[in-house]
């Protein structure tokens, strides 16, 4: 078995509206900075260990598709490294 | 000007206590998956054009700065890519 750590991306779909990202956006315009989008995602750090990389990923995407990531919403997105 | 999307990866400081996390990993452990850690982030994805990557970089470290990051128990992660 080894170490990896799987980082998991989940960002809302293209059209599915994000009220915490405009109301960021607008405060940062408050602020004098000039942007053009804002967009937020939230990440997982996962610490696991599987016998292979494809392992390590099969067993994370499961977890993104059971748990963290709601697919009406959104997409998400895994990176695996070792640790 | 030269349009670039930064990306901000805010995270909390090792030791301040995340019940978010928690709660997500006792979910997967009740779930049946086989995890040693997770961490969660916030992740802003910020489209803004600047004259170059290390103004780019600077505009979006006072954005962190100022509003996106709590320096009290936040660390932040900016990477600058051209759009």
């Known amino acids: 078995m080894t170490a990896y750590t799987a980082t998991v991306t989940v960002r809302l779909k293209h059209g599915v509206l994000d009220p915490e990202?405009?109301?960021?956006?607008?405060?940062?315009?408050?602020?004098?900075?000039?942007?053009?989008?804002?967009?937020?995602?939230?990440?997982?750090?996962?610490?696991?260990?599987?016998?292979?990389?494809?392992?390590?990923?099969?067993?994370?995407?499961?977890?993104?598709?059971?748990?963290?990531?709601n697919p009406t919403i959104h997409d998400y997105e895994v990176q695996i490294s070792e640790r």
């Open 21 to 69: 990202a405009k109301t960021t956006q607008r405060a940062l315009d408050r602020l004098g900075f000039e942007l053009s989008a804002l967009r937020s995602a939230d990440q997982y750090e996962i610490d696991l260990e599987a016998p292979s990389t494809g392992k390590a990923r099969e067993q994370v995407t499961e977890m993104a598709d059971r748990l963290l990531a």
